[in-house]
């Protein structure tokens, strides 16, 4: 399967604790993208990455998000201190031009 | 502000009911528009991009169709396996990365 990936696919954490989830694109993608979903609606905006420059980034990703994607290959992002408004699916996508390819997501539970 | 709205939020056909799909956006300058099916807790699934008033995909038994405030997904006699979320995205002209979402429509096509 050639398709992008994610890890881990699920989850559960403590309120307070941080946690880093992965995300590996299709490999000849050099675009790559964070979206945050919640139920019953549809995906939010995050951050992008061309190759390794981060080039935008929501408002949404507070100061207790980061996100890196160094080499321009994988990407990370770690979510810090973590609160129970951060549960969610987050979803990584990857493209090289308009359309993007979505993964099958993390699902985050902070209890 | 960039405004992405679907309707109906929920649809129920039988098995063979044609039907569509409405999707109503507000943006300063369309890049471009995005069709993605969504199934349970899974990533979406890439269907079509729009870019001009006018243009058409097909794919199966879905046609997307876009004018220069709103886009319709069709579909044509459908299957139960065509039960899914469909969610609409706009990209904004100079912002070559984030797309907008709308909060999709749930159909559940019946035997």
């Known amino acids: 399967d050639t398709g992008v990936s994610q890890d881990p696919r699920h989850k559960i954490t403590k309120r307070g604790q941080n946690v880093t989830f992965r995300c590996d694109p299709i490999?000849?993608?050099?675009?790559l993208y964070w979206y945050r979903q919640t139920l019953g609606q549809g995906p939010e905006f995050l951050t992008y990455?061309?190759?390794?420059?981060?080039?935008?980034k929501s408002r949404l990703l507070s100061d207790r998000f980061s996100a890196e994607r160094p080499k321009g290959s994988f990407s990370t992002l770690e979510i810090q201190r973590t609160e129970q408004g951060d549960s969610a699916m987050y979803l990584c996508?990857?493209?090289?031009?308009?359309?993007?390819?979505f993964g099958p997501g993390t699902r985050l539970t902070v209890l | 502000e960039d405004q992405v709205t679907q309707s109906p939020e929920a649809l129920r056909l039988q098995e063979g009911e044609s039907s569509s799909l409405n999707c109503s956006y507000t943006?300063?300058?369309?890049?471009?528009l995005f069709w993605y099916r969504q199934d349970p807790g899974k990533g979406p699934e890439f269907l079509f991009t729009l870019y001009s008033a006018g243009e058409e995909k097909e794919k199966e038994r879905l046609k997307a169709t876009l004018t220069k405030k709103e886009s319709f997904l069709h579909i044509t006699a459908p299957k139960p396996e065509d039960s899914a979320t469909y969610l609409c995205?706009?990209?904004?002209?100079?912002?070559?990365?984030?797309?907008?979402f709308g909060t999709g429509t749930r159909l559940q096509v019946t035997l």
């Open positions: 943006v300063s300058g369309l890049r471009g």
């Open positions: 490999s000849e993608h050099n675009r």
């Open positions: 990455f061309q190759n390794e420059a981060q080039l935008e």
């Open positions: 995205a706009v990209q904004v002209t100079g912002t070559a990365s984030k797309l907008t």
């Open positions: 996508a990857s493209g090289r031009a308009d359309t993007q390819y």
